[in-house]
């Protein structure tokens, strides 16, 4: 899977960061992601002050895409809130599945009821 970084300019040991922590972050998905990006923006320029954005977009196959962005002074401060936000996203998806996997379907319990098949 390949992880996009792009955006302002950021050094090495944030690059590494990101793609540890979003590698570590989608090892919980069950169907594996077709791209992963991380983009940093400089939202007022060279005026200053509290305006890097940081925007996290993981694309599923057969879902929609998973879109985060969180402001901080710094770009790690911008990426670690974007990135608690995208792994509770992430969580929240697994969840649904997993609830949705354990009730039985209406066809399924329909055609219990008909055969007369005794109840497990």
């Known amino acids: 899977m390949p992880i996009e970084i792009s955006g302002i300019a950021i050094d090495r040991a944030l690059r590494a960061r990101v793609t540890s922590r979003l590698t570590h972050a989608l090892r919980t998905v069950h169907h594996e992601p077709v791209v992963a990006s991380v983009a940093f923006f400089d939202d007022n ?35 670690d809130t974007a990135m608690e936000a995208l792994t509770r996203r992430l969580q929240e998806l697994s969840e649904r599945g997993r609830t949705l996997r354990r009730r039985p379907k209406k066809y399924f319990v329909a055609k219990r009821l008909m055969t007369g098949e005794p109840k497990a």
């Open 45 to 79: 320029g060279p005026k200053g002050g509290r305006d890097t954005r940081c925007a996290c977009t993981v694309r599923l196959p057969r879902r929609r895409a998973i879109h985060v962005e969180h402001v901080g002074e710094t770009p790690r401060l911008a990426f």
